[in-house]
C-alpha cells in the first residue's frame, strides 16, 4: 500500500529476469553489462538495459527482497521524491563503477571488461538512507549475547547480495558512494538528478494505477510509530502485555475461588 513504485520494480524486472533465463536465453547478450562494449564501442545503450535487468536468479531474489524492504522510503518520501533518489544514484553509480574499474585497473592491474547485470547500484544505495534514518528495534537474543533487530534480515541479504558475484563489490561500493553523495546533498546532485513535477504527475495517471494496492484493513495502527515496522512491533508488544494481563486475571480468579 502506498508503494507503487517499489511494487513496479519488484514485479517487472523480476518476470523479465526469469523470462530472459528460461524462454529467452538468447537475448541476455542485450542485457549484459560490458563495459568494455561501451568505452570502446560506444555501446551507451548498454548502461540502461545493462544496469537494470539481472541475469542472475540469485541477484533477482535478494534485490527484489531488498526493494520491498525499502518500500518504507517511498511510503515516508512519495512516490516522486522516491523515484528521484533511484534515478540519481542510478546515474551517480554508473559513473563511479566506471571510475572504480578504471582505478582498480591502474592500482591492481586488475581488467575488468563486464560487471553483474541488474538495478544493483540503486538498491545497495538505499541502505544509506536505511541505516541513519530507521531506527533499531531489538526483537531478541541469540545465546544472550547478539541482538536480533528489525534490521538484521535486510542486512543479511545485503550480504549475500555482495557475495554473489565476484566484481558485486564495486556495484556494492559505487551504490553506496552515489547513496552518501545523494543523501549529504553534496554539489545539489538532489536538485539536478530529479525527476520532474509534469513526468511524475503523467506516470501517476497512467502506470500508478496498475500498481497501486488498496489499505489493508486486517490491521489496526496501534501508536505513534514513524514507520510501518515500528507501529507493527508496538502492536506485538501490545498483544504481550494483553497476554499478560489475561493470564494475571485467570491466576486472580483461580485464587479467588481456592
Not at 536505511?130 to 545465546?143: C, E, G, W
Request: hydrophobic share 45%; glycine share 6%.
Amino acid at each position: 500500500d502506498k508503494a507503487p513504485l517499489s511494487k513496479s520494480l519488484l514485479l517487472v524486472p523480476s518476470a523479465i529476469s526469469i523470462l530472459l533465463t528460461l524462454l529467452f536465453q538468447h537475448y541476455q547478450k542485450f542485457f549484459a553489462y560490458n563495459l568494455q562494449a561501451v568505452k570502446e564501442d560506444f555501446q551507451i545503450w548498454r548502461l540502461v538495459c545493462g544496469r537494470t535487468i539481472c541475469l542472475d536468479l540469485k541477484d533477482t531474489f535478494c534485490s527484489s527482497l531488498l526493494i520491498y524492504n525499502f518500500r518504507i522510503f517511498e511510503r515516508r518520501y512519495g512516490s516522486r521524491k522516491f523515484s528521484s533518489f533511484l534515478l540519481g544514484a542510478w546515474m551517480l553509480s554508473a559513473l563511479f563503477d566506471l571510475l572504480l574499474v578504471e582505478i582498480a585497473q591502474y592500482i591492481f592491474g586488475i581488467t575488468i571488461n563486464s560487471l553483474p547485470s541488474g538495478f544493483l547500484g540503486p538498491v545497495f544505495a538505499l541502505f544509506v538512507p536505511f541505516y541513519s534514518s530507521i531506527p533499531r528495534v531489538q526483537v531478541t537474543q541469540v545465546l544472550g549475547h547478539f541482538s536480533i533487530t528489525n534490521k538484521s534480515l535486510v542486512y543479511i541479504l545485503g550480504l549475500q547480495l555482495l557475495t554473489s558475484g565476484s566484481y558485486i563489490w564495486i556495484l556494492a561500493l559505487s551504490g553506496l558512494m552515489s547513496g552518501i553523495c545523494y543523501s549529504s546533498s553534496v554539489l545539489k546532485v538532489h536538485r539536478i538528478l530529479c525527476v520532474p513535477r509534469w513526468v511524475a504527475k503523467v506516470f501517476s495517471w497512467t502506470l500508478e494505477p496498475l500498481f497501486s494496492s488498496a489499505e489493508p484493513t486486517n490491521e489496526v495502527r496501534v501508536g505513534m510509530g514513524a514507520t510501518v515496522d515500528i507501529q507493527r512491533q508496538q502492536r506485538m508488544e501490545l498483544l504481550d502485555r494483553q497476554i499478560m494481563m489475561s493470564q494475571v486475571a485467570q491466576m486472580r480468579r483461580q485464587r479467588h475461588q481456592q
